[in-house]
């Protein structure tokens, strides 16, 4: 007489709707291809970037020997030594240097520069006297580099959420119109069921972010550009972590979403919501980047936390225990939504023809 095999443990069967999640996505040429085009992305980016580091170079300048020794130290300018005024203004005339740099006794400066029609400026204001400048105000943060890292967080949120969050709305849709989902729910509780597809495309999504991250930064220490790396490793280290908090709730409510509808035409209108919470932190950090106020409310709402508080913890901008904050306001908003979420996707995954409305899909 065969054994009946021992029921699966909810744990069992929250990994086994995960693995195979995992991969059907795996086995997609499409995502696999899709990844592998991010990663070229991220990676030629910092090559072209450390090479028109490495060849913008300083500007390059002739001097005699006595005028090298008062030059000041510094990559901004390339010197030549050239062995008197008339090799140097050679140099010059061929083109090989923008400028010759001369003793003199007469500057204030104590050197002369000579140039074929008009004068480097940038060899100009390194040689010239600087008055003492007092600053009453802090000039704050440059703008492009708030808004590059407004840019690259709130693409990588937003596209890597909308890669694995609106899947599963279609794929919930497809399991209802194929009728797949009563097989699944006569073994599967409805919640487990969830559970597995929650943590599956949050594998995938972290994997996918980890990825980037590894390959960035293999890209940087290979490159020479360690200095980007020690800036900019802990920003991506805590984007990382709020992104962890974060997808939970986003695709609880896209597989909601997806139980609420039978049709795939009636995904749009449904997940329409949903996409302009995951859309709404990337314009925000980009156009209202600078303002305080803005920047400090996206920092605990969940949908934005992980695009702004990495970009204040980045400027100091954020005291040491506001990410412990916000991530303990994420933690409890995803126990509330995965709970809602799963209310509204065990109570709507059974009925067909038009679309459930909210209040029904909530009543018990």
Known sequence: MNAVPAPLSPAQATWLVAERDIMG?????AFVIS????????????????????????????????????????????????????AGEELVRDGEVD????????????????????????????????PEVTLLEDPGVPFGLRYALGMIFGIVFMGTALSF??????????????????????????????AGKVLGNLVLSMGQILLIIAAATISLAVTGQSDVLSDFGAPMAWFAVFFLFGFPIL????????????????????????????????????????NPVVMTVMSYVPF???????????????????PIVSLAIMAA???????????IYENSLLRMGGRVKLAEALKA
């Open 35 to 86: 990844t592998l085009i991010t990663l070229l992305i991220v990676v030629g980016g910092i090559v072209v970037m450390g090479v028109l580091g490495a060849t913008s170079g300083g500007t390059p300048v002739a001097a005699t020997p006595d005028a090298a020794a008062l030059l000041p130290d510094t990559e901004a300018i390339a010197v030549t030594e050239v062995a008197d005024r008339a």
């Open 333 to 343: 908003t995803c126990v509330a939504i995965v709970l809602i979420g799963a209310r």
């Open 304 to 322: 934005s936390a992980a695009v702004a508080m990495p970009i204040r913890l980045y400027f100091d901008e954020a005291m040491w225990w506001e």
């Open 25 to 29: 996505r795996l086995r997609s040429k």
């Open 251 to 290: 695709s609880a409510m896209f597989a909601a979403a997806g139980a609420m509808v039978s049709r795939q035409e009636d995904i749009s209108p449904t997940v329409m919501p949903l996409m302009f919470l995951v859309m709404i932190p990337f314009y925000l950090a980009i156009f209202l980047g600078e």
């Open 165 to 194: 969050a609106m899947p599963i709305s279609t794929a919930v849709v497809e399991e209802k119109q194929t009728r797949v989902i009563e097989i699944l729910i006569s073994t599967i509780p409805p919640r487990v069921l969830l």
């Open 99 to 130: 400028a010759l740099v001369l003793p003199s006794d007469a500057s204030p400066t104590g050197v002369e520069i000579v140039a074929l029609t008009d004068a480097p400026s940038d060899v100009v204001s390194l040689l010239s006297v600087a």
